[in-house]
C-alpha cells in the first residue's frame, strides 16, 4: 500500500530516428559487457542505409515503471522494471533486439541532502533469430553498486 510521500510511475516511448529516447539506461561502461555485441556494430544507430542507398529509420519503443517507498524519514527503497524492443526496419546488417532492465536499490539517508545506498540491477539483451544465427548471443548480467551521495 502507498503511503505518505512514496511514488509510482509508468511511462512508454515510441521513436523512430531517435533511438536514444526510448532506451532505458543507455549503453556505457557499466553496461560494456551486457552489451558487447550491441556496441559492435552501433545496433542503435538512429538510420542504416538499406540495399537500395535509402536511409531507413531505426524504430524503438520501450515501456518502464518504477516504485519508490519511504518505510521512514531516513530509509527509502526504489523498485523499477523496463522492457525495450529496437527494430532497425528491415535492413538485413542492422540486427534487431530487445532488453531487459530490473533493478532497485535501498537508501539511508541520515541527514538532509545526503545518502548511502546499495543498488542492484538485472540486464539482459536478447538479440533476434537472424543475429544469432549470425554468431551474435543473448547477454545477460547482474550489476551491483554502492553510492555515497552529497547534495548542496
Known amino acids: 500500500m502507498l503511503g505518505a510521500g512514496d511514488k509510482v510511475f509508468l511511462e ?28 559492435k556494430y552501433n545496433w ?39 522492457y525495450a524492443k529496437v527494430d532497425s526496419d528491415g535492413v538485413a546488417w542492422a540486427l534487431d533486439y530487445s532488453q531487459i532492465i530490473v533493478g532497485g536499490d535501498l537508501r539511508w539517508k541520515p541527514a538532509a541532502g545526503f545518502y548511502i545506498a546499495g543498488a542492484i540491477d538485472f540486464r539482459k539483451v536478447d538479440f533476434g533469430a537472424t543475429a544469432n544465427a549470425a554468431g551474435y548471443r543473448d547477454n545477460g548480467a547482474w550489476l551491483g553498486t554502492i553510492r555515497v551521495q552529497r547534495s548542496f
Open 44 to 82: 542503435t544507430a538512429d538510420a542504416n542505409a538499406a540495399a537500395n542507398g535509402d536511409a531507413k529509420l531505426t524504430t524503438a519503443w520501450s515501456v518502464t515503471g518504477g516504485l519508490n517507498h519511504n518505510f521512514s524519514k531516513t530509509i527509502e527503497a526504489n523498485l523499477g522494471a523496463s
Open 12 to 39: 512508454g516511448v515510441y521513436s523512430k530516428g531517435a533511438v536514444g529516447y526510448a532506451i532505458l539506461n543507455g549503453i556505457g561502461s557499466t553496461t560494456a559487457g551486457v552489451y558487447a555485441d550491441v556496441n
